[in-house]
C-alpha cells in the first residue's frame, strides 16, 4: 500500500538518499546533478522540508512498505504578483516502484494541495522533452504544455529542450 504524506525535517536523510539515487539513475531528466547535490548539507535537504504551514516549499513523500519510494515538490511563488502560481519540481520515482499509481498519486497530492492555497490557481512545471513517460504522466493529470524552450539542457555535448507545462486548480477569479 502506498501511503502519500508531506515530508518533514525528520526525512532529511531518506529524502537526500532517494533524490541522489534518482539522479545518478535518470541523470537526463533533472537539471540537479549528483555531482552538484552529494555535497550539500544534511540541513540543505532538511531545509527544503519545512513543516510550517505556510511555507513556500512543500516536498511530499509516497511511502511504499515503510520506505521512501518517491518525491515531489511544490513551490509557491513568493511575489505579489506572482503568487497565484506553484511550480511542481524534484518528481521522482524509484525504478522498482514505477507503473504502480506512485508518480500519479503524487502528482495528484501536489494539485490538491496547490488548489488548497488560498489565493492559487494554477500549477506549472518543466519536463524534459526527451522525458515521454512522464509527459503523458502529466498530460493525464490534466496538464497542457504551453511552451517548449529550446537547448535548456546541456550534458555530455547534447542539448535537450525543456517542456512547460501547467493546468489550472482553480478558478482564477475566485
Known amino acids: 500500500m502506498t501511503t502519500i504524506r508531506r515530508l518533514t525535517p525528520t526525512d532529511a536523510a531518506a529524502y537526500r538518499a532517494l533524490m541522489l539515487r534518482i539522479y545518478a539513475e535518470d541523470p537526463d531528466t533533472f537539471t540537479a546533478t549528483v555531482a552538484e547535490r552529494e555535497p550539500l548539507p544534511l540541513a540543505w535537504w532538511a531545509a527544503r522540508l519545512d513543516a510550517a504551514p505556510e511555507a513556500n516549499e512543500r516536498v511530499f513523500g509516497a511511502v511504499v512498505d515503510g520506505a521512501l519510494a518517491g518525491v515531489v515538490g511544490i513551490r509557491r511563488q513568493p511575489r505579489p504578483k506572482t503568487r497565484h502560481k506553484t511550480t511542481l519540481f524534484g ?80 478558478d482564477a477569479t475566485r
Open 91 to 170: 518528481m521522482g520515482v524509484l525504478r522498482e516502484h514505477r507503473q504502480q499509481g506512485v508518480a500519479r498519486a503524487l502528482v495528484e497530492a501536489v494539485v490538491a494541495e496547490a488548489a488548497a492555497m488560498p489565493g492559487v490557481c494554477v500549477i506549472q512545471l518543466t519536463v524534459a522533452e526527451t522525458n515521454g513517460p512522464a509527459r503523458r504522466l502529466y498530460e493525464r493529470c490534466g496538464f497542457q504544455t504551453f511552451g517548449v524552450e529550446p537547448l535548456a539542457l546541456h550534458a555530455d555535448g547534447v542539448f535537450t529542450g525543456l517542456v512547460h507545462m501547467g493546468r489550472e486548480v482553480a
